[in-house]
C-alpha cells in the first residue's frame, strides 16, 4: 500500500485541521471520526471528512505517495457501518479500524465495503482496512486479526484504550512493564501474517527527544511506522524509520561483498568475512531491503 512511517490523525469536525491537512507530508493522513469527535457532531465529521477527500482528489495526484484513509468509530458500536456509508468515495486509500477484537468483526466491515465499492464504481478490494488493537482480546486474537482479510494492509497499536481495558494507571513511570508484552506482540503477529504494523502515539508533543526514543524502541521492536498527533512530529518519525546513512552504506558493502563472491547469482553460498564480521544471505536480503527502501522515499 506504500510507505507506512507516520500516520497523522486529524480530527474530522475541525475545519481548520483539516485544511492544514492539504500541506501535511505525513506518509498517511488520517481522518477521525471516532475519538476525536464528540458524539453530537459524527454527522457533521462525516460530511466535512468526504468534502476534504474529494478535494484531495482534485489536486496535483501525479507524483501521490501520501495515503488518504479515515479512521471509523469502533465495530461494535451503532455508528460505524453508517460511517461507511457516509465517507466511502473515490479517493480514499484505507479505513482504519478502531477496537477490533475478533477476526468476525474484520469481516463483516469488509463485506459492507465491498457493496460499497461496487455502488461507487470502485475497483473491488481497492480500499485496505487497518485494524487497530487496543484491547486485552484483541492483543490475543491479533494473529488472526491480521489474516482475516485480503484488505488488511497493517496492525495499528493503540496503546491509551489498551491501558484502560487492562485496568492500568497510564501516569505510573513504570508504565512500560504494562504494555510490553502486548506492544512486543503485535508486530511479529502482522509479521507473521505478511503485514506493516504501526506504533502507538506518542502524546507529548513538546518532547521531541522523548518521541524520537519511543520511536527508535518501536522500531526495534519490528514497527515500520508510528502514530502522530502534531506535524512537529513527522520529520523526527521519519527519521527513526528511514535508513541512515550508515545503514545504507552498510547495505551497499554487503550487497558489493556477496555479489562479487557469488558473481551475480542467487547465494548459495557459506558466511563470508566482512571487515571482521561474518555476513551471509540474510544479511543480503537485510541490505537489499535497505536499498530497496530508498526508491519509494
Given amino acids: 500500500m506504500g510507505r507506512s512511517r507516520s500516520l497523522i490523525f486529524i480530527p474530522g469536525n475541525n475545519t481548520r485541521f483539516l485544511e492544514k ?26 460530511k466535512l471528512v468526504k468534502k476534504t477527500v474529494q478535494e484531495f482528489t482534485k489536486m496535483d495526484q501525479s507524483n501521490k505517495k501520501i495515503l488518504v484513509s479515515v479512521r471509523i468509530n469502533a465495530p461494535n458500536s451503532h455508528l460505524a457501518i453508517d460511517d461507511l456509508k457516509n465517507i466511502i468515495s473515490e479517493g480514499i486509500d484505507a479505513i482504519v479500524i478502531p477496537k477490533v477484537e475478533t477476526k468476525f468483526q474484520i469481516i463483516s466491515l469488509s463485506n459492507v465495503i ?34 482475516s482479510d485480503q484488505r488488511i494492509s497493517s496492525l495499528v497499536f493503540g496503546i491509551f484504550d489498551f491501558l484502560h481495558d487492562m485496568k492500568i494507571d497510564n501516569n505510573d513511570a513504570d508504565i512500560l512493564t504494562g504494555y510490553m508484552y502486548a506492544r512486543a506482540k503485535v508486530p511479529v503477529d502482522a509479521r507473521a501474517a505478511g503485514i506493516d504494523s504501526i506504533d ?10 522523548g518521541l524520537e526514543k519511543d520511536s527508535n524502541f518501536g522500531r ?38 556477496l555479489d562479487e563472491s557469488i558473481h551475480g547469482k542467487p547465494i548459495k553460498i557459506g558466511a563470508i568475512n566482512l571487515e571482521g564480521k561474518m555476513i551471509d544471505a540474510v544479511h543480503y536480503k537485510q541490505a537489499k531491503r535497505i536499498l530497496d527502501s530508498l526508491i519509494h522515499q
Fill in 21 to 46: 491537512s492539504k500541506t501535511i507530508n505525513s506518509d498517511i493522513i488520517c481522518f477521525d471520526l471516532e475519538d476525536s469527535v464528540p458524539l453530537n457532531e459524527k454527522e457533521t465529521a462525516r
Fill in 114 to 147: 465491498k457493496t460499497i465499492e461496487k455502488e461507487n464504481g470502485i475497483p473491488n478490494n481497492f480500499i485496505k482496512l487497518m485494524p487497530s488493537i487496543e484491547s486485552s482480546l484483541g492483543v490475543v486474537n491479533a494473529y488472526s486479526i491480521a489474516k
Fill in 200 to 209: 502507538s502515539i506518542w502524546q507529548n508533543i513538546d518532547d521531541m527527544n
Fill in 220 to 257: 526495534k521492536l519490528g514497527y515500520t511506522g508510528k502514530c502522530i498527533i502534531h506535524p512537529s512530529q513527522i520529520e523526527h518519525v521519519h527519521k527513526v524509520f528511514s535508513p541512515n546513512a550508515q545503514d545504507i552504506q552498510w547495505a551497499k558493502k554487503v550487497i558489493s561483498a
